[in-house]
């Protein structure tokens, strides 16, 4: 798992995917949607907006095309 220093992203960013997460979270059906896979999400969201991804659309559009693959992993 990627390490990043807090100060790399602004808090309006952070907010941001949080949003995202939650978003994508929801998506992701109710029997499947553990911790794990909220953290490997998580982690495709920071390393989008790590590369330069900062827009909603754009981190949704990462953490989605992620998204399938993580749940099967993880299942």
């Given at each position: 798992?990627?390490?990043?220093?807090?100060?790399?992203?602004?808090?309006?960013?952070?907010?941001?995917?949080?949003?995202?997460?939650?978003?994508?979270?929801?998506?992701?059906?109710?029997?499947?949607?553990?911790?794990?896979?909220?953290?490997?999400?998580?982690?495709?969201?920071?390393?989008?907006?790590?590369?330069?991804?900062?827009?909603?659309?754009?981190?949704?559009?990462?953490?989605?095309?992620?998204?399938r693959?993580?749940?099967?992993?993880?299942?």
């Amino acid at each position: 798992m990627m390490t990043f220093s807090p100060a790399t992203f602004s808090p309006e960013l952070v907010r941001l995917m949080r949003m995202v997460l939650e978003e994508v979270m929801a998506r992701v059906p109710v029997e499947q949607a553990t911790p794990g896979i909220k953290a490997h999400l998580a982690e495709v969201i920071l390393k989008a907006a790590a590369q330069g991804v900062t827009s909603y659309d754009g981190l949704i559009a990462a953490a989605s095309s992620q998204m399938r693959t993580i749940v099967t992993m993880m299942s």
